[in-house]
Structures are given as structure tokens and as C-alpha cells.
């Protein structure tokens, strides 16, 4: 795959999409499967600009206090940020 950036903003987008038909791939492929909710939200690809990644997990209470520490770490710092 080419990965310079093009400025043709419709080949751009082309080749989001593709990378994301190819990330599905792969979550599928390792066992993972895509949020049905969360798939259906950002189905519009036209809609949807964002090129995160959406991560939906269960993790254990020591790891989710160690997440909350470090938002309200990150908060003090940056106070209008979304965390």
C-alpha cells in the first residue's frame, strides 16, 4: 500500500475506507468481533471523519483505578479535553 498522502481528497478517502474494510479483516480474523452498536453508528462512512480506533473492553478494577488516575492526572493539565 502507498502511504503517502495524496492531494486528491476522493483518493484520500478511498483509501481510509479500504484500510478500514482491512482493519475489520483483521479484528475478525484474530477473534475479535466489532461492536454491532458501535458498527452500525459509524456505518456512514461519509459521515464518520474520525480514524481512531474504538476499543470495547472489561478490564480488571486495578486497571480501571490506574486508567482513572491517569484522566484525572491529564485533566489537571488540560481541563477541557474530553477523557
Known amino acids: 500500500m502507498d502511504h503517502t ?7 484520500f478517502e478511498t483509501r ?3 484500510a ?3 482493519g475489520e479483516q483483521a479484528l475478525r480474523t484474530s477473534g ?8 452500525s ?3 456512514d462512512r461519509a459521515a464518520d471523519q ?3 480506533v474504538i476499543l470495547v473492553v472489561r478490564p480488571p478494577l486495578s486497571v480501571v483505578q ?4 491517569i484522566q484525572q492526572y491529564l485533566r ?5 479535553q474530553y477523557y
Open 20 to 22: 478500514r474494510t482491512l
Open 41 to 43: 453508528l459509524v456505518s
Open 5 to 11: 498522502l495524496p492531494h486528491d481528497r476522493s483518493v
Open 32 to 39: 475479535a468481533h466489532p461492536d454491532l452498536l458501535l458498527k
Open 16 to 18: 481510509i475506507r479500504h
Open 76 to 80: 489537571a493539565y488540560e481541563p477541557q
Open 66 to 69: 490506574q486508567i482513572l488516575a
Open 50 to 52: 474520525r480514524y481512531g
